[in-house]
């Protein structure tokens, strides 16, 4: 497969209306950043038929509009025109700083209502429940992505002694706000979705909107930290959001 | 102008092309899922080619016009009749007030287009009209039709010389008579092609495909498929020789396209389709060639298929010879409309 690369980046296609760029192939702190960089860089070149940029861990897909990078001869294909200027127009990636994203405060409930799979999350950790809470709001994490479902924000680094497989059974419907873990990974349910995270959490706040400016809540490179309320507050700001 | 929804049909909602811009807030892009049928239909409405129009899948609605209406309709071939007569496909038509739109059964495909001179007048949200169910997102509050909705069309818009052109059909007997009049030229539509079984859909390797085994990657390319009857708008899934995605180590989730074809674990192929997520964690066997979504998007379940290995220049010099055709059609629908 064609696949070129200008430093540690490659390019590959994802079928004829899209291509992935690829800034590493671990998906490290340094390589999600470096991807954020990437996105934020590509983003203001606004480049005629660029139709989306979707930064994920270690790739930001990009889809275009083939009809828009064709220079008239059959010669070279839209894909290699739209790479050709992708890579002369990117400095070397060493360079590149991403923007410093917001640092977001979310209110969590931990309490028994809020928090279905919290008991048998620690007891196979190990850990009491207070100290899954303390580990797991006492840092501050990046978003990541965003994905799975509109506004779904996948956070990290977790902290190693939280990392546990996914839930054997999805459930069917996990309810809006949950805050969950799984693999390395926190999240956060925007809205009532089927889902196979633990569910340690809930936030009141409104993660998806489509009636705001910015219907996610977050970015890619945004700052989380979580913040435990108890069950009064989390109702209160509840209705407050409704 | 007003439409009423007598029966909702089993899946009607509004499309327009997608919504595009929104990935990275995990937005899916919907839209239709056969958007050369849809731009055609708006063609043919003398709207843009965005305009958004019904979609209609498998078993049709019944929709009662409240006021003389220009409409199009492409796509498969569901049966469509005015009150009982067989609606002309391919072409504008005007329709009375007071006469019913219903379907029947798939001759042709399962999703047929609907547009409406001036497109359907709903809000945009987040930049289009598509309507995406699973988060409640645009069209008719987020949902598909149901029974005692009114569809408003929009008034002044540059469908407004399609239909000073096209109004003088309203003059002919038909439209007296039978409640609807259409001009005798129609689009050409190539009906075998879509008839063919199993079908053939093209597509272009995607990034694990040479990772996969040889012997996955020949039965992928030489076995029949069927669409189960579990796919949707999000995904087709696929039935037949079961392919092992083998050990790969750790694939990280990232961007997938409309025809993306992952694999999962239990080894059935997953085609994701209009409104799929913005992301996906399987491997993927490959991309299909955008010429050949429109096909695979009039599928239904039990249909098979079979899956033509292509490459990227390839894949792109038939999207742009599609994308010409379509130039083509546009022209010729308005030299019909000013005949």
Redesign the interface.
């Given at each position: 497969m064609a696949v070129s690369s200008k430093g540690d980046l490659s390019f590959l296609p994802l079928g004829d209306r899209a291509l992935l760029l690829e800034a590493g192939n671990t998906a490290d702190p340094e390589t999600v950043s470096r991807v954020r960089a990437l996105a934020d860089y590509l983003a203001q070149l606004h480049l005629p038929g660029v139709l989306d940029l979707v930064p994920a861990l270690c790739t930001i897909g990009i889809h275009y509009d083939p009809e828009q990078w064709r220079d008239g001869s059959a010669a070279r294909s839209p894909y290699e025109l739209l790479v050709e200027r992708i890579r002369t127009a990117l400095p070397d990636p060493a360079t590149l700083v991403s923007s410093e994203g917001h640092a977001r405060e979310i209110p969590v409930c931990y309490e028994a209502d809020c928090a279905a799979d919290l008991p048998a999350l620690a007891r196979k950790l190990g850990l009491s429940r207070s100290q899954v809470i303390d580990i797991h709001s006492a840092v501050e994490y990046s978003v990541y992505m965003i994905g799975f479902a509109p506004g779904f924000a996948y956070l990290g680094p977790l902290d190693a002694r939280l990392v546990l497989p996914r839930r054997k059974t999805p459930r069917t419907r996990v309810p809006a706000g949950s805050v969950a873990i799984a693999n390395q990974y926190s999240g956060i349910y925007p809205g009532e979705l089927p889902g196979g995270w633990h569910l340690i959490g809930r936030t009141p706040l409104r993660l998806f909107d489509p009636s705001r400016t910015q219907p996610s809540l977050l970015k890619a490179g945004d700052r989380v930290r979580f913040s435990p309320i108890d069950a009064a507050k989390f109702r209160r700001l509840q209705s407050e959001a409704q | 102008m007003t439409i009423e929804v007598i029966r909702p049909g089993l899946l009607t909602s509004v499309q327009d092309l997608g919504r595009?811009?929104?990935?990275?807030?995990?937005?899916?892009?919907s839209g239709a899922m056969d958007g050369y049928a849809l731009r055609v239909a708006n063609r043919l409405a003398g709207n843009e080619y965005n305009a958004a129009a019904l979609e209609v899948t498998l078993a049709g609605p019944v929709l009662e016009f409240l006021d003389d209406t220009l409409v199009a309709l492409t796509g498969g071939d569901l049966e469509a009749a005015i009150d009982g007569k067989p609606l002309p496909m391919h072409r504008p038509v005007w329709v009375a007030r007071g006469r019913r739109l219903s379907f029947g059964r798939c001759i042709t495909g399962c999703r047929a287009y609907l547009a409406f001179g001036g497109g359907i007048d709903v809000a945009p949200?987040?930049g289009s009209r598509s309507t995406y169910v699973?988060?409640a997102?645009g069209g008719l509050n987020g949902r598909a039709l149901v029974a005692g909705d009114r569809i408003i069309v929009a008034g002044n818009t540059q469908a407004g010389s399609a239909r000073a052109s096209c109004s003088k059909l309203r003059d002919l007997p038909a439209f007296s008579r039978d409640g609807f009049a259409a001009p005798r030229w129609s689009v050409q539509v190539r009906t075998e092609r879509l008839l063919l079984r199993p079908q053939r859909i093209r597509f272009?390797?995607?990034?694990h495909?040479?990772y996969l085994k040889a012997g996955v990657r020949a039965a992928f390319t030489s076995e029949n498929f069927q669409v189960s009857a579990s796919s949707d708008r999000m995904g087709y899934r696929l039935e037949g020789v079961r392919l092992e995605s083998g050990e790969r180590g750790e694939i990280?989730?990232?961007?997938?396209?409309?025809?993306?074809v992952q694999l999962p674990p239990d080894g059935n192929p997953i085609v994701l389709m209009a409104d799929r997520?913005?992301?996906g964690g399987y491997p993927r066997l490959?991309?299909?060639?955008?010429v050949d979504l429109p096909l695979l998007a009039q599928l239904k379940p039990g249909d098979a298929l079979r899956f033509e290995l292509i490459d990227?220049?390839d894949?792109?010099?038939l999207?742009?010879a599609q994308?010409v055709a379509l130039e083509q059609i546009a022209a010729s629908i308005e030299a019909g409309m000013s005949e």
């Open positions: - | 595009f811009g929104m990935q990275h807030f995990g937005v899916p892009v949200v987040l699973r988060a997102l272009v390797a995607g990034r495909w040479e990280h989730s990232e961007a997938v396209a409309f025809g993306t997520q913005t992301i490959g991309e299909v060639a955008s990227l220049a894949a792109q010099e999207a742009h994308a």
